[in-house]
């Protein structure tokens, strides 16, 4: 099973900040199925990026998703206040679509 | 729209059972694989169920293989879950989630959830 592991824990920023989180699997996943998803406090995920750097419909190109192999990571350029939230990434280059722990962006 | 809604959480006690349903509409449902994701009170997401767009490729997170089962009927534009010898550990927001594709475990879009609650 690929592990995934997300760093930082919590990020704590101000608006208009650019952030930059990391996802490191503990093995390559195949094709950059790797995908980042939004969760706001109280709502269902919302998907950002899938084949690690491809945008969702409807994702502003505040986002951007970038890495291969083991290392991937999703920036946003200036966070806006609806940004403030939790983020996952998820591998589904497996029949097991394994979330990481979670990173949470929160107001400084 | 495109819209996912599930039903029937609720509390049950432990070794107890529950059938969740998710009702699917705005997209040829038939066309997509669907999933069960979960996330226990302030945790994170763990991916639980997956089934093929057809029915025939279907798989389970270790922690619920053998007590859960993953189904769809797509005449009923339909997903469903049942749960058995429920366990504490089980307690969580269920999600339904629809796959990017007729093969995918990346949700493209998600259900609000029901809430699961496994206590005596």
């Known amino acids: 099973e690929i592990v995934l592991t997300q760093s930082p824990g919590t990020l704590s920023l101000s608006p208009g900040d650019r952030t930059i989180l990391s996802c490191r699997a503990s093995q390559s996943v195949s094709n950059n199925y790797l995908a980042w998803y939004q969760q706001r406090p109280g709502q269902a995920p919302r998907l950002l990026i899938y084949?690690?750097?491809s945008r969702a419909t409807g994702i502003p190109d505040r986002f951007s998703g970038s890495g291969s192999g083991t290392d991937f990571t999703l920036t946003i350029s200036r966070l806006e206040p609806e940004d403030f939230a939790v983020y996952y990434c998820q591998q589904y280059s497996t029949s097991r679509g394994t979330f990481g722990q979670g990173t949470k962006v929160e107001i400084k | 729209e495109v819209q996912l809604v599930e039903s029937g959480g609720g509390l049950e006690q432990p070794g107890g059972s529950l059938r969740l349903s998710c009702a699917a509409s705005g997209f040829t449902f038939s066309d997509y694989s669907m999933n069960w994701v979960r996330q226990a009170p302030g945790k994170g997401l763990e991916w639980v169920s997956y089934i093929s767009s057809g029915g025939t490729a279907i798989f389970y997170a270790d922690s619920v293989k053998g007590r859960f089962t993953i189904s769809r009927d797509n005449a009923k534009n339909s997903l469903y879950l049942q749960l058995n010898s429920l366990r504490d550990e089980d307690t969580a927001v269920y999600y339904c989630?629809?796959?990017?594709?007729?093969?995918?475990?990346?949700?493209?879009?998600w259900g609000q959830g029901t809430t699961v609650t496994v206590s005596s």
């Open positions: 084949r690690a750097s």
């Open positions: 989630a629809k796959g990017r594709t007729s093969t995918s475990t990346c949700m493209d879009v």
